[in-house]
């Protein structure tokens, strides 16, 4: 009986002094990002938003890619930068452009869950053939600008966990240029597909 009330105590005390697994966990998404990403459903717009979020990811960081900057504006809609530590900004990068990767991949298995422009619009008749070539390009011309960054982030560092995010970003990017020069046939399978 006396071992299982300090049993039951320790319990309780460990429950009270350690944190959650999940709330221990952190996003990385702002709040206001993840509301704009709710927003864009079409996936040119979809990658557009990520690969400014990564921008701002390397502004936090302190590192010029060229990308596309938040006017004053937009600055509330977009909220603060995250403050986070270098590792986090890097792991952020790494699991934003797994994210961008991920939703082109998914479309490009089910081109039919695409969410296209309201077919009544003139203005914005676009189809799945029209959006995801552009969403691809879009995304490999972002990687392009990444590439040189994270190579030189690569020099910089001698921490293996940053190093590892690092690789991994870099082998997105790979990938995400390979993936523009199998446009065409993607393309062609996609239309198969339909008839």
């Given at each position: 009986?006396?071992?299982?009330?300090?049993?039951?105590?320790?319990?309780?005390?460990?429950?009270?002094?350690?944190?959650?697994?999940?709330?221990?966990?952190?996003?990385?998404?702002?709040?206001?990002e993840?509301?704009?990403?709710?927003?864009?459903?079409?996936?040119?717009?979809?990658?557009?938003?990520?690969?400014?979020?990564?921008?701002?990811?390397?502004?936090?960081?302190?590192?010029d890619?060229?990308?596309?900057?938040?006017?004053?504006?937009?600055?509330?809609?977009?909220?603060?930068?995250p403050?986070?530590?270098?590792?986090q900004?890097?792991?952020?990068?790494?699991?934003?452009?797994?994210?961008?990767?991920?939703?082109?991949?998914?479309l490009?298995?089910?081109p039919?869950?695409?969410?296209?422009?309201?077919?009544?619009?003139?203005?914005?008749?676009?189809?799945?053939?029209?959006?995801?070539?552009?969403?691809?390009?879009?995304?490999?011309?972002?990687?392009?600008?990444?590439?040189?960054?994270?190579?030189?982030?690569?020099?910089?560092?001698?921490?293996?966990?940053?190093?590892?995010?690092?690789?991994?970003?870099?082998?997105?990017c790979?990938?995400?240029?390979?993936?523009?020069?199998?446009?065409?046939?993607q393309?062609?399978?996609?239309?198969?597909?339909?008839?």
């Open positions: 009986m006396k071992f299982q009330l300090l049993f039951l105590i320790a319990i309780g005390v460990a429950f009270v002094i350690l944190p959650p697994t999940a709330s221990a966990q952190r996003d990385y998404f702002t709040a206001e993840v509301e704009l990403i709710r927003d864009a459903q079409k996936i040119d717009d979809r990658i557009n938003l990520l690969t400014k979020i990564i921008d701002r990811r390397f502004d936090a960081l302190k590192v890619v060229h990308g596309a900057k938040i006017s004053p504006k937009e600055q509330e809609k977009w909220g603060v930068l403050e986070s530590s270098r590792f900004l890097l792991l952020d990068i790494k699991r934003i452009l797994q994210k961008a990767v991920d939703d082109i991949d998914g490009a298995e089910r039919d869950s695409a969410i296209l422009p309201d077919p009544d619009d003139k203005k914005a008749k676009q189809s799945f053939a029209d959006l995801f070539p552009k969403a691809v390009k879009a995304l490999a011309a972002a990687a392009q600008r990444y590439q040189p960054a994270l190579k030189a982030e690569l020099d910089k560092t001698n921490a293996g966990s940053e190093t590892g995010s690092i690789l991994d970003s870099l082998e997105f790979d990938q995400i240029i390979a993936a523009v020069e199998k446009l065409p046939a393309m062609e399978k996609s239309k198969k597909g339909k008839n």
